[in-house]
């Protein structure tokens, strides 16, 4: 996954020209968070009942990373 979410960075901000790339998870997905944290997203913050999922509503997490943040990754 992490090869994956590499190349959609890479696709989003180099061919797209996006300036932000979002990711929401489930507040209790443990391995998506450290995914994202790995790979310099930053959490941004907590959404109280965000989605509605098997008939209940559950919190979710939002994740970002800006364009900047990527390059300076890249770059160092």
């Given amino acids: 996954m992490s090869e994956v979410l590499q190349e959609i960075m890479r696709f989003g901000f180099d061919d797209l020209g996006l300036n932000r790339i979002e ?4 507040s ?7 995914l994202l944290e790995k790979t310099g997203f930053f959490e941004e913050g907590y959404l109280k009942q965000c989605f509605y999922e098997k008939g209940q509503f559950v919190d979710a997490v939002l994740f970002s ?4 943040q990527y390059r300076d990754k890249i770059i160092r």
């Avoid at 990711?23 to 489930?26: G, K, L, N, P, R």
């Avoid at 209790?28 to 450290?34: A, E, K, L, M, V």
């Avoid at 990373?65 to 900047?68: A, I, Q, T, Y």
């Fill in 23 to 26: 990711a929401y998870i489930d």
């Fill in 65 to 68: 990373l800006l364009k900047e």
């Fill in 28 to 34: 209790d997905n443990i391995r998506s968070r450290y």
